[in-house]
């Protein structure tokens, strides 16, 4: 088998765990807190065997809005981390301010090591797509909030900005500009 | 079997297994997907279906909400409690004078003879505004310029589906979000 792949099943595990981990969590700790009245009963028909029901729609409404939030969250802010240090890492290398600029915020440890693979933001990034396109779905359902999928969108198509940066930056390494990289 | 042997078989394993890790790769991307799919709750009344036995003339109306954008009437809901009473509410965001409309709901009448609807409102924007519904071009006002609600009652023709519009028309600017609820039953004769 050969190394991407195996690399790439290595770190798609988590990210997909997280994401049924963080709905599942977010779903009943929001029915927990405002103290809602909810079943889990099996349906005959449809795509799903079991559903999780709610008295009313406002209910449905806000469970879904929320735990879709907190879905997005737990996609977006590592997958951020990881873009933003790669896109200051990138950066460093020809810009001496940024190491200033680091080095009083003491955020020095971000840019002294690559420990972060491009497919691993390539991967969060993906699924930060997936739970996009969720709460986009969603909204469109009248299941979650709309600003929520306003956000999930924005998130998404900043992270694929990143992600294609990112991308460039490290072509660029392998492939140098006209009058970059060669003596 | 020597090591030469066992790395070479190895080897073609390893490449067997290949396109077995692509799937799993695609899995791991489809699972989780349909996992939250299925962990979305669904209020109580999507569970209400019509899986019986036999063929009958089906006797009661439907609604459906139309749903879209709107500059004004927001975050729609239509509940139902009991076959044929239906509940709509909506937000009504403040704006200037003027008159707005937008097809709220679609009404189906899935019995072979005419229906007769009962229809009142219940709104917090009473300033100097006109709520009203349109139906069939025909316009029942539910509440006045003084804040005065009324109950109209609109005729279904036989298995029919028509789209009902809600009217506003503020002469002043509205400066505060309000709400409206519109009751829908239907009257049997």
Request: aromatic share 10%; with cysteine; charged share 20%.
């Amino acid at each position: 088998m050969s190394r991407i792949l195996k690399r790439a099943l290595k770190i798609a595990i988590f990210p997909a765990s997280l994401i049924v981990a963080g709905k599942f969590v977010a779903v009943f700790t929001v029915i927990a807190v405002k103290q809602l009245e909810f079943t889990i009963e099996n349906m005959t028909d449809g795509f799903f065997s079991i559903q999780i029901f709610l008295e009313d729609d406002p209910s449905a409404l806000m469970v879904n809005s929320y735990s879709n939030l907190t879905l997005l969250l737990l996609i977006a802010i590592p997958t951020y981390y990881m873009l933003t240090k790669k896109i200051l890492l990138n950066n460093v290398e020809g810009n001496p301010r940024t190491i200033v600029k680091l080095t009083k915020l003491n955020m020095l440890k971000w840019i002294t090591k690559d420990s972060t693979a491009i497919l691993s933001i390539t991967i969060w990034t993906i699924y930060l797509w997936i739970v996009a396109g969720i709460c986009i779905s969603s909204t469109l359902q009248y299941e979650t909030y709309s600003w929520i999928a306003v956000c999930a969108g924005i998130t998404a198509l900043i992270s694929s900005w990143g992600l294609i940066k990112t991308y460039e930056k490290e072509t660029d390494k392998i492939y140098p500009k006209d009058n970059e990289g060669y003596i | 079997m020597s090591n030469r042997e066992i790395n070479r078989l190895k080897n073609r394993f390893s490449y067997a297994f290949e396109p077995f890790a692509i799937i799993l790769l695609i899995a791991l991307f489809i699972l989780p997907t349909l996992a939250v799919l299925n962990l979305t709750p669904l209020s109580s009344k999507s569970k209400m279906n019509s899986n019986v036995l036999g063929v009958k003339d089906r006797e009661e109306i439907g609604l459906a909400l139309v749903g879209g954008i709107h500059d004004i009437f927001k975050t729609e809901f239509l509940n139902s409690n009991t076959i044929d009473i239906y509940s709509y509410n909506s937000d009504i965001i403040k704006h200037s004078k003027g008159r707005y409309s937008k097809p709220i709901l679609e009404i189906t009448n899935f019995s072979s003879q005419g229906k007769k609807v009962q229809i009142s409102s219940n709104s917090t924007i009473s300033d100097n505004s006109i709520i009203s519904l349109i139906y069939n071009d025909q316009i029942f006002v539910l509440q006045n310029t003084n804040g005065n609600t009324f109950t109209k009652s609109i005729n279904l023709k036989e298995k029919s589906k028509d789209i009902i519009y809600l009217q506003l028309e503020s002469f002043n600017n509205v400066r505060y979000n309000g709400e409206i609820s519109i009751t829908i039953s239907s009257i049997t004769d």
